[in-house]
Structure formats: C-alpha cells, structure tokens
C-alpha cells in the first residue's frame, strides 16, 4: 500500500484558485535543429557549468511529486540531445505509480530511432513530436539543419515500440497551410493525434517576421470543416489543446490557441528550465530561482516551501499578441530556454 503522502498529496494551489498538476522540465536548451519560428540560427546556448545537475532535476521533481504534481513532461530545446537523459528518464518513470500518473516527452524525432525502445521501457506510454511539414525540402528549410528522414523513422520507431504518438505542427502562413489536409489525413493512416499552434510571440528570431508567420487557427478550423467532418469532444491531456473528431479518419484534431483564444482559465501548468528557474506562466517574465535552495543546503522541506512560494505568484494568464503594432517578441526569451 502507497504511504499517506502518495495517497493525499497537498495540492498546489495558485491565486486564482486553480491545481498545479503539471510540471514541464526544459532539461536543455539546447538544440540539433534551428526551427524558424522558434530561434535564430546563430543562437548561443548555456554554459553547460550553468546547467542543474540530473540529479537535482530529479530532486527538483520529486519535491513537485510531493506536492500533487501527477504529470510530468520532459522538454527543451531537444530533450535527448542531453547527455545521459535516460538516466534522469529511468528515475523519473519509476515515479510512476508512486504519486507520479504519468511521464511524457516532446521531441524533434531525431533521437527516437535510438531512444524509443528505453523510453518505452521507461515507461513513457506518450509522445509529442514536432512535426510541421510532410516535405523533405520545406523541413530542411524550416528547421534550418533537420532531414525529414531520420524523424519520420523515429517516429516508426516509437509506434513500433508502443509508445502513442501525437504529431505537434505550428500553423505558418503561406509555408505549411496548403499541407494541412495531407497532415491529418497521414496521422489518421498512422494511428496519430494531429494538433496544430499558433505561433507564438517569443525571442528574436533573426530575420523572420512573426507577423508573417502568424495564422490564427480560427480561420484554420472553419477552412477544415469545408472538408472534413469535425466533432468537438470534451478530451483533454492536461495541456492546451482543444480536441475535435474527425470522422473520415477517426483521430483527434487539436487546436492550441495562445493568440486567438488563450488557455489561461483552466491552466494547470508551470515550467522549470534546465537551470532552475521556474516559470509560472509561458507569457509572462516573473519567475522564481529554485537552483538556490537545492544548492544552500535546504532540506526537502525547504525546496517544497521555496515552491509554494513561487506558485502563490502565478500569475491569472499572458497577453500575447501579434499585430502590426505588437512586431517585438511579448518576452525576449526563446522557446527553447522555457521548455515547449
């Protein structure tokens, strides 16, 4: 039988009254692609000194666990581009069960062919992949370094280990919209949920304007219920997305709206960064330093106050926006430091 503490974890509880249940751990902010809406190509990326350790991630984790966190997603920049991550992996999928419901990863794909059999093992029964096109030369082109073959074999790779796969594609104006059909009729083939994003006003990007990028996905939706059967459903994950059935396929659609319509009044989620820094909103620059008190010597309790103290400070939602008067990143921090 699971402890007490396992049994009745004391919530998080933020100001506007909503349960913190999900923590997203950026564990590197590093990167093997150059994705145009999300960095710029000649990026500088942390000092590795910098970083926290695997294992003070794992205990950082843990004291989340402690706290009624019951899902957890691994992120980066790419996750499995960090040195020995299925370490941190191992430890963390044996939370599950123990408090932890469940574990997760986004990932860029690359590294699957040669991770996907340990995640599995891991216990990691779900995966986001960033997938924004289906054409070799436009994926070249829009990750900047990225071969559209490698990831499509991880991709195999995960389903063939057991692992659920859910293609994440951001919606770009006039590169990937007349790909839309081709995309949700690939993942209904495959056994995939689709879920496509809008752009997302952070960091400098370089030369690439995000108001040209910026395609609000209620015009994406109506443009799609031409063509095919869509139902709304009640699913959710525990992040954003909004779900809808597509009949013709029997798969899930989802929409993931920070621009057009925000997610904030039910957002269960915050975002720890690889060096300790915990985000209580995507959209907003208020954060909290949790590498100190892992590292002055603070006992488990200490660490779970300093994250009590960081949720009290959630704020109530972001305020993205793109327009011709809001060109400027809404926070200069890129993605890829945050956690996807």
Known sequence: MLDAVHQAPAPLIDPFGRAITYLRISVTDRCDFRCVYCMAEDMSFLPKAD??????LERLAGSFIALGTRKIRLTGGEPLVRRNVMQLIDRLGAQIGQGLDE??????????VKYAEGLAKAGVKRI???LDTLDADKFTALTRWGKLGPVLEGIAAAKAAGIAVKINAVALKGVNEDEFDRMIAWCGAEGFDLVFI???????IGGEMRLDQYLPLSRVRADLM??????????????????????????????????????????????????????????????????APLRDGRDDAGVQQAVRAAIARKPKGHDFIIDRDHTAPAVPRHMSVTGG
């Open 198 to 204: 809008e752009v997302m006003p952070m960091g400098e």
């Open 128 to 130: 986001n992949v960033s």
């Open 226 to 291: 031409d063509r095919w059967t869509l139902t709304e459903t009640d699913y959710r994950t525990g992040g954003p997305a909004r779900y809808w059935r597509v009949g013709e396929t029997g798969q899930r659609l989802g929409f993931i709206t920070p621009l057009t319509h925000n997610f904030c009044e039910s957002c269960n989620r915050v975002r720890l960064t690889c060096t300790g820094t915990l985000y209580m909103c995507l959209g907003q620059e208020d954060a909290a330093d949790l590498r």
């Open 103 to 112: 574990l997760t990863l986004t990932t860029n794909g690359s590294q699957l």
């Open 51 to 56: 970083l926290l350790t695997l294992e003070e």
